[in-house]
């Protein structure tokens, strides 16, 4: 969705709305501040008065003068420091309320949108250009609140003094507005660029430094860097182009000012010649010129903030409008779960010109071990996907325990699944929370009683501080095959009703797999268990294999069947062991 700047400012006042006490606290102040701020010339003009020429200076009404001053400066100073205050407060208030809005549309977000954006862009939506938004929004709101008010105020002073000359300077300054907007406009494309360009170099940065050990092994170090280069470079070209546009602002506004500046001068020198003028009544003049020019120069130097500020914003927002998954409120929750499941017709693709699963049928009963072998991009993980509705269909129906799995809600559904993927995904923090992410409330017994069906409660011992052992994302020192293991207790601890098991030992050794098969064998009992593997060996005891082929479940059988038929199945299992049983 497209967004100029005039269309992001609605949306970003809806997260100032709350704070609207702050804002009004920090109006007070802003005019305060304008106020003893555009009184000081007036006592500066007096007291230039009082001193006629040399040996001529009125002490005594000077005294009074010099102590209204003083009182004056303090004021400006206290007002402008509370006013800063409550525009600080209320920008990190409303940023916060943005981060926080954002990264919960980002757990409502259907999985489509994170197959076609990287991390390194999300990342950048939600760090790199909120803190620009905060930046914009801190600086922009001081200056336009104190500019605006200034601006105002320093008319109704002039006006106090000289008609005249006031209505000289409100002529000649909307030159300076006209340079402003006009630089203005065009610099937000180049802002936007400008921000599309460094979500993506962030996104290659972390792509990079998060699989850096497949760099160094294929020495991809020289093409990465190269790849790097040349985006840094576009980054470098578009941030150069946009400051470079929006910095002429302030110089072409400032030349203008000057020149209002100058005809104040000139012409209020005049008046003092005539005897129509006082020398105090033009040094306030001219002191007034400069500061109702002043946040012209100023609002016009935040504009660059502004219109960064505002394309980090449309990016942002996008994010927040982007469709979350369909709502599940009016939903059954699945309170009993008899492990039967169903397809009838199932039709799904993930673009719609491109075909993927068609006419899939299945019928699984209670207790099932399902098997579901194929091809590399025959649909089996797709399968997977949809079974666990993290994809729904495109038409046809799935069917759990007798159920449409569209009238269930997601949370109860996925409850009744238990995972183990060949990818293996742990948190940052100790071994005893990765291992109980599926149940958050077992005590440390039933930790260790998964820990060693998984057969990993021996090697997590022998860490230095046992089940406490801290982690990172990526398992710190642990091995592939130990990480897998991890995950296999994760799915042991909680036991659901049915099973998911996409390639689950792919990482471990052999000895180890056997003995992790045979404690799968015993957590299967009664379970409903969906098997992927591409090591045919693994399943032949399946009580049912589904062979897929181009999105279509084209065999089914057992082993012994599927071996007797000749067909697709027994090809792929020849492919595999023909060799190893001629010898």
Same mark, same amino acid.
């Given at each position: 969705?497209?967004?100029?700047?005039? @269309?992001?400012?609605?949306?970003?006042?809806?997260?100032?709305?709350?704070?609207?006490?702050?804002?009004?606290?920090?109006?007070?102040?802003?005019?305060?501040?304008?106020?003893?701020?555009?009184?000081?010339?007036?006592?500066?003009?007096?007291?230039?008065?009082?001193?006629?020429?040399?040996?001529?200076? =009125?002490?005594?009404?000077?005294?009074?003068?010099?102590?209204?001053?003083?009182?004056?400066?303090?004021?400006?100073?206290?007002?402008?420091?509370?006013?800063?205050?409550?525009?600080?407060?209320?920008?990190?208030?409303?940023?916060?309320?943005?981060?926080?809005?954002?990264?919960?549309?980002?757990?409502?977000?259907?999985?489509?949108?994170?197959?076609?954006?990287?991390?390194?862009?999300?990342?950048?939506?939600?760090?790199?250009?909120?803190?620009?938004?905060?930046?914009?929004?801190?600086?922009?709101?001081?200056?336009?609140?104190?500019?605006?008010?200034?601006?105002?105020?320093?008319?109704?002073?002039?006006?106090?003094?000289?008609?005249?000359?006031?209505?000289?300077?409100?002529?000649?300054?909307?030159?300076?507005?006209?340079?402003?907007? *006009?630089?203005?406009?065009?610099?937000?494309?180049?802002?936007?660029?400008?921000?599309?360009?460094?979500?993506?170099?962030?996104?290659?940065?972390?792509?990079?430094?998060?699989?850096?050990?497949?760099?160094?092994?294929?020495?991809?170090?020289?093409?990465?860097?190269? =790849?790097?280069?040349?985006?840094?470079?576009?980054?470098?070209?578009?941030?150069?182009?946009?400051?470079?546009?929006?910095?002429?602002?302030?110089?072409?506004?400032?030349?203008?000012?000057?020149?209002? *500046?100058?005809?104040?001068?000139?012409?209020?020198?005049?008046?003092?010649?005539?005897?129509?003028?006082?020398?105090?009544?033009?040094?306030?003049?001219?002191?007034?010129?400069?500061?109702?020019?002043?946040?012209?120069?100023?609002?016009?130097?935040?504009?660059?903030?502004?219109?960064?500020?505002?394309?980090?914003?449309?990016?942002?927002?996008?994010?927040?409008?982007?469709?979350?998954?369909?709502?599940?409120?009016?939903?059954?929750?699945?309170?009993?779960?008899?492990?039967?499941?169903?397809?009838?017709?199932?039709?799904?693709?993930?673009?719609?010109?491109?075909?993927?699963?068609?006419?899939?049928?299945?019928?699984?009963?209670?207790?099932?071990?399902?098997?579901?072998?194929?091809?590399?991009?025959?649909?089996?993980?797709?399968?997977?996907?949809?079974?666990?509705?993290?994809?729904?269909?495109?038409?046809?129906?799935?069917?759990?325990?007798?159920?449409?799995?569209?009238?269930?809600?997601?949370?109860?559904?996925?409850?009744?699944?238990?995972?183990?993927?060949?990818?293996?995904?742990?948190?940052?923090?100790?071994?005893?929370?990765?291992?109980?992410?599926?149940?958050?409330?077992?005590?440390?017994?039933?930790?260790?009683?998964?820990?060693?069906?998984?057969?990993?409660?021996?090697?997590?011992?022998?860490?230095?501080?046992?089940?406490?052992?801290?982690?990172?994302? =990526?398992?710190?020192?642990?091995?592939?095959?130990?990480?897998?293991?991890?995950?296999?207790?994760?799915?042991?601890?909680?036991?659901?009703?049915?099973?998911?098991?996409?390639?689950?030992?792919?990482?471990?050794?052999?000895?180890?797999?056997?003995?992790?098969?045979?404690?799968?064998?015993?957590?299967?009992?009664?379970?409903?268990?969906?098997?992927?593997?591409?090591?045919?060996?693994?399943?032949?005891?399946?009580?049912?294999?589904?062979?897929?082929?181009?999105?279509?479940?084209?065999?089914?059988?057992?082993?012994?069947?599927?071996?007797?038929?000749?067909?697709? @199945?027994?090809?792929? *299992?020849?492919?595999?062991?023909?060799?190893?049983?001629?010898?």
């Amino acid at each position: 969705m497209k967004r100029s700047s005039a @269309y992001v400012i609605k949306p970003l006042m809806k997260y100032l709305r709350p704070y609207r006490g702050l804002l009004f606290a920090a109006l007070i102040m802003a005019v305060i501040n304008a106020a003893a701020v555009l009184y000081a010339p007036i006592l500066t003009g007096k007291a230039i008065d009082l001193m006629i020429d040399a040996g001529n200076v =009125d002490f005594d009404g000077i005294r009074p003068l010099l102590i209204a001053f003083a009182l004056t400066a303090a004021a400006a100073a206290l007002s402008q420091y509370i006013m800063n205050l409550c525009l600080n407060k209320l920008t990190y208030s409303a940023v916060r309320d943005l981060r926080c809005e954002a990264f919960a549309k980002l757990t409502k977000l259907p999985l489509k949108y994170y197959d076609t954006h990287s991390k390194g862009d999300v990342l950048s939506r939600l760090i790199s250009d909120i803190e620009q938004i905060s930046d914009g929004l801190i600086m922009g709101s001081a200056q336009l609140f104190t500019g605006v008010i200034t601006i105002i105020g320093t008319i109704g002073f002039m006006l106090s003094i000289n008609a005249k000359i006031t209505l000289a300077v409100v002529l000649l300054t909307p030159l300076s507005l006209f340079a402003a907007r *006009y630089i203005a406009s065009n610099t937000f494309k180049y802002f936007k660029r400008q921000t599309a360009v460094r979500g993506e170099l962030t996104s290659y940065v972390e792509e990079m430094t998060g699989r850096l050990k497949t760099v160094k092994a294929f020495s991809y170090e020289k093409r990465s860097q190269k =790849d790097f280069a040349e985006i840094n470079d576009r980054f470098k070209g578009v941030s150069v182009s946009a400051i470079f546009f929006s910095s002429l602002t302030n110089p072409v506004t400032r030349f203008i000012n000057g020149l209002v *500046y100058a005809a104040v001068g000139v012409f209020g020198a005049f008046l003092v010649i005539k005897g129509s003028f006082s020398v105090g009544d033009l040094s306030c003049f001219l002191t007034y010129a400069n500061q109702y020019t002043k946040p012209f120069n100023e609002i016009s130097g935040v504009i660059t903030e502004l219109q960064g500020a505002f394309a980090s914003a449309a990016r942002t927002l996008a994010l927040i409008d982007e469709a979350a998954e369909s709502s599940d409120e009016n939903a059954d929750k699945l309170e009993y779960v008899d492990g039967t499941l169903s397809a009838e017709n199932v039709y799904f693709s993930y673009e719609p010109d491109k075909p993927l699963i068609e006419e899939l049928y299945l019928d699984v009963s209670s207790g099932q071990r399902i098997a579901i072998v194929g091809p590399t991009g025959c649909g089996k993980t797709t399968l997977i996907n949809l079974l666990m509705r993290f994809y729904d269909v495109n038409s046809g129906e799935i069917r759990i325990s007798n159920k449409p799995v569209k009238d269930i809600t997601r949370d109860s559904l996925r409850s009744a699944y238990g995972m183990v993927l060949q990818d293996t995904w742990l948190k940052s923090g100790t071994i005893r929370e990765n291992i109980a992410y599926s149940k958050p409330d077992a005590d440390i017994e039933e930790i260790k009683a998964a820990a060693a069906a998984a057969h990993c409660d021996s090697f997590i011992r022998r860490l230095e501080d046992g089940y406490d052992t801290v982690i990172t994302e =990526d398992g710190g020192m642990l091995s592939a095959g130990q990480k897998q293991l991890l995950c296999i207790a994760r799915a042991m601890l909680s036991l659901p009703p049915m099973l998911i098991l996409d390639e689950a030992t792919s990482s471990i050794d052999t000895r180890t797999e056997l003995l992790i098969q045979q404690t799968f064998a015993e957590i299967m009992k009664g379970r409903t268990c969906f098997i992927i593997a591409h090591r045919l060996s693994t399943i032949k005891n399946a009580d049912r294999i589904l062979v897929m082929n181009a999105g279509r479940v084209i065999e089914q059988g057992s082993h012994e069947t599927l071996m007797k038929q000749n067909g697709f @199945y027994a090809g792929l *299992y020849r492919s595999q062991f023909e060799d190893s049983d001629e010898k």
